[in-house]
């Protein structure tokens, strides 16, 4: 790759006149440039350097364009290298066909230098902002999920929430900016397609240069899909915004005094916290959660404290399934898929939260001691033996219910959680 200001452009072209009007005007504005005059010769160069974006020519010798195109998409390092077509083939099929090959644009010839200019920057910009966009993304679920895993691990809840809050929190400003900013370009945009429908109304037979420009950028297709693309952006940031919700709802700091609280919410913020766990990996399939849940009220309860009982017993759950992969094979496991269940009933004074798993379960030994302080059936470093013994005491003397266990050998394991309504 080239420097960020500018960038490799790579022109594949079979005409000698385009390649050194489009070469003459990228080299005036800094880009370097590398020319293939064939598809072949395409492929052969982007697997010496790779370009920041390719002008692709569709009417070549040997492979056409859309082969081309095909090829490049192909190939791990170059698939996400915007391509932008030039062709003298207006009609709709083609530009179809070339968008869902998975160029970005496509300028119909005969073009104008400073248009394909123009354009070569605002991909360039784009594929630029979404690299730093993803890199980040990635950077940070990176950074929260190695952290999440520890902190699980070690159970330290109370440094888990903090951070979740904070994640929360820093993903409010700029989702909250986003948002804003979706909504007033809804507008922007509506002003402006008013004002085309406007024009088009009184004007409907406009100049040869204004209805060759709207051919050629298929304003009609435009005019449909610009605001649904909009709706798919704001349907993006609502699920971020959800997300964040449920963070918030996990990490809440709980008060002196017990407040109302919904079950639900916990048991949920929980799960989307141990989601990146229940994938499947290389060792297993994925854990399947099945949430059953029952018409249950709001309970006066520490909600951030039934949220650490809640996280003890599922990731004990899914320890115990990854444990299953030293003695079972892959295949084995998905021919028995491991599973994770959640009923939630009530009764007149009480709710029950019951947390059951199809896993290998325990001998009565072992179930017998499984609240006991500091025992542990996980290997040296993998747990501390006070996840479920603190999980016991926030029900039974910070809430007056009952947490219960039962289990058999070979046919998985129960946690019954027991939870006055009132307090």
Known sequence: M??????????????????????????????????????????????????????????????????????????????????IFMTALSDKDNKVKALELGAVDYVTKPFEAQEVLARVRTHLKLH?????????????????????????????????????????????????????????????VKDLLDYVALYQQHHPNPAAPVQDKAEAIDLDYLQKDLSKLLDSMQGATDRIIGISTSLRTFSRADTEYKVSGNLHDGI???????KYR?????????????????DIPAIDCYPGQLNQVFMNILANSIDMFDEMTQSQSFDQLQAHPQQITIRTTADANQVQIQI????KGMTEEVRARIFDHLFTTKGAGKGTGLGLAIARQIAVEKHGGSLEVQSKLGRGTMFCIRLPIAG
């Open 356 to 359: 059951a798993d199809n896993g």
């Open 278 to 294: 229940l994938k499947a990996n290389k060792h297993r399939p994925e854990i399947n959660v099945i949430q059953d849940y029952g």
């Open 128 to 188: 630029r902002l979404t690299q730093t966009l993803a890199q980040e993304v990635n950077k940070k679920v990176s950074e929260l999920q190695n952290i999440q895993m520890q902190l699980v691990q070690s159970e330290k809840m109370s440094a888990l929430g903090n951070l979740v809050a904070g994640v929360a929190h820093e993903i409010n400003n700029p989702i909250g900016f986003l948002n804003g900013s979706i909504n007033n370009a809804k507008d922007y």
């Open 2 to 83: 080239n420097t960020p200001e500018r960038g490799l452009i790579l022109i594949v072209d079979d005409t000698p006149t385009n390649i050194d009007i489009i070469r003459e005007v990228l080299e005036e504005q800094g880009f370097d440039v590398a020319i293939a005059i064939s598809g072949e010769r395409a492929l052969q160069q982007v697997a010496q350097e790779i370009p920041d974006l390719i002008l692709l020519d569709v009417m070549m010798p040997g492979i056409d364009g859309f082969q081309t195109c095909q090829c490049l998409k192909s190939l791990p390092l170059i698939q996400n290298v915007p391509v």
């Open 268 to 274: 949920n913020s929980t799960i989307l916290i141990l």
